[in-house]
């Protein structure tokens, strides 16, 4: 499980959009994994569980989520930020903003198998839907990436 760590952490932050609440669901995952070792079936994928919990964890949260509707959110200007002062700094922010973007099943799919190189049939379990879906999902959201980080048609120069 400790090797899977860093994976599990790149799934989480494409689904939760704040790094605390990222690494609180690792941990929730990792828990819940941990108190259900006896409902893991040997020979299948350790990686492909442990992310299946983590989707449901984090779907279970979004329903309570919006069932609960806390008060007012925290004072955004409270939040640090910092302007980029790197070229790809300020490109990585763009990419990662267009990322967000993708409706969370293709945010997903482009998390699990673009940048975690997972399988399409692993990727498919983990998702419960068929591999047809999971490359249309992929395709999808690499065609939205695109359009939004092209430049404008009269600008064909390097991004600035």
Not at 3 to 9: S, V
Not at 145 to 152: N, Q
Request: aromatic residues 4%; glycine residues 4%; proline residues 6%.
């Amino acid at each position: 499980m400790v090797e899977l760590i860093p994976a599990l952490r790149a799934f989480a932050r494409s689904l939760a959009r704040d790094p605390t609440e990222a690494d609180d669901l690792v941990q929730e995952t990792l828990m819940k994994a941990i108190a259900n070792t006896d409902k893991f079936q040997p020979g299948t994928r350790l990686r492909s569980w442990l992310f299946t919990i983590m989707r449901n964890s984090f779907s279970t949260r979004c329903v309570k989520a919006n069932r609960e509707r806390p008060g007012g959110a925290d004072c955004v200007s409270a939040l640090p930020w910092t302007e980029a002062t790197q070229h790809w700094s300020s490109e990585l922010r763009e990419v990662m903003t267009a990322i967000r973007t993708l409706p969370r099943a293709q945010r997903e799919v482009l998390v699990l198998v673009a940048m975690l190189g997972i399988e399409y049939d692993e990727a498919a379990r983990i998702c419960d839907c068929p591999i047809g879906t999971i490359k249309s999902r992929l395709n999808r959201a690499r065609e939205q990436l695109r359009l939004a980080l092209e430049p404008p048609a009269g600008n064909r120069g390097p991004r600035s």
